[in-house]
């Protein structure tokens, strides 16, 4: 799965109608009608607002509105683009200005398919890695085993707290989940604990 970190912008004409493409990140329903009410302020004059979004790489989440377009013509399209790229936590909206001329079904979802699409290939992604997250609680004399476990596994430190113990939130890799958990297991009898606190992900730059 990838997400996007920047917005993207892209706009042609086709037959008389302007379709102007936005991509931008969202983490939330609530993130994207919030962008969906800005665009609309932007462009109050255009013909259609249609748009996609999915979130929630755990669980995903998906939604498209035609926006009066004929149903299926519009946002299904854009959702196709956002599901065949693989993204999640990101929401695209297009924005048309009818010239005039109709395009028909199979030319409207061309035409919203591929502003979504100019927009996709334009952006620059992020990878999303799934992740298992556990807290981990040791005392300080254990920190050479910690440290021996970040160096075997793909760890992302989320939190830490340093108390009479040590008490760390770790993102883990879902592929190197059970392992890690077995090593950790291994060390109860030093006084190290941990506790599963359910699915996650992190996310990482491809350039």
Partial sequence: MYTITQITQNSFREKGSKFIGHL??????????????????????????????????????????????????????????????????????????????????????????????????????STIIPTENVEITYPYDQQKEIDQLKSRFDLKEIDAQYLEKVTIKMACRSDQAEPFWDALEKLEHTGVTSERLGSGYVTMSNN
């Avoid at 255009?46 to 926006?67: G, K, L, M």
């Avoid at 048309?96 to 992604?125: H, M, V």
């Fill in 24 to 125: 931008f990140p969202i983490s939330s329903k609530e993130d994207f009608e919030y962008k969906l009410d800005e665009i609309k302020s932007k462009y109050p004059d255009a013909t259609h607002h249609c748009y996609a979004w999915r979130s929630n790489p755990t669980n995903i989440e998906e939604f498209s509105q035609d926006d009066g377009e004929p149903g299926g013509t519009a946002g299904k399209p854009i959702l196709n683009k956002l599901k065949s790229y693989e993204m999640v936590n990101c929401g695209c909206i297009v924005v048309r200005y009818y010239g005039g001329t109709n395009l028909g079904t199979s030319g409207l979802i061309q035409a919203y398919g591929r502003s979504a699409e100019l927009c996709l290939e334009k952006a620059e992604r």
